[in-house]
């Protein structure tokens, strides 16, 4: 299993981004996939989910301003994330529950005032 996030970047408060994970060696359809953050110093934490038949699940903090969805012919996952804040600065790892957890390597978000 491979996953490839990108997307990440540098945008002032209120602001939008998109974050793109493209899996590979996976079946898309019966994994789920999470978008988690961390910052130094704190634990991993699930911004938002998709089950593999596309129920999706936020945390407090994403509700209402980011959005969680797949896309099966691309193999790819997306967040949108709008109104962004400073508190949203992280780096972003995308996640597959597929035969065990797997994960990519992480894009950082940054958000400044």
């Not at 911004?47 to 903090?61: E, F, H, Q």
Request: hydrophobic share 30%.
């Amino acid at each position: 299993v491979q996953l490839q996030a990108s997307g990440g970047g540098s945008v002032q408060a209120g602001g939008s981004l998109r974050l793109s994970c493209k899996a590979s060696g996976l079946n898309l359809r019966i994994s789920e996939m999470g978008w988690y953050r961390a910052v130094p110093g704190q634990q991993r934490e699930l911004v938002a989910s998709i089950s593999g038949g596309g129920a999706p699940n936020y945390a407090d903090t994403a509700e209402g301003r980011f959005t969680i969805s797949r896309d099966y012919p691309r193999r790819t996952v997306y967040l949108q994330m709008n109104n962004l804040t400073p508190e949203d600065t992280a780096v972003y790892y995308c996640n597959a529950q597929y035969k065990g957890s797997h994960w990519g390597r992480g894009t950082q978000v940054t958000v400044s005032p």
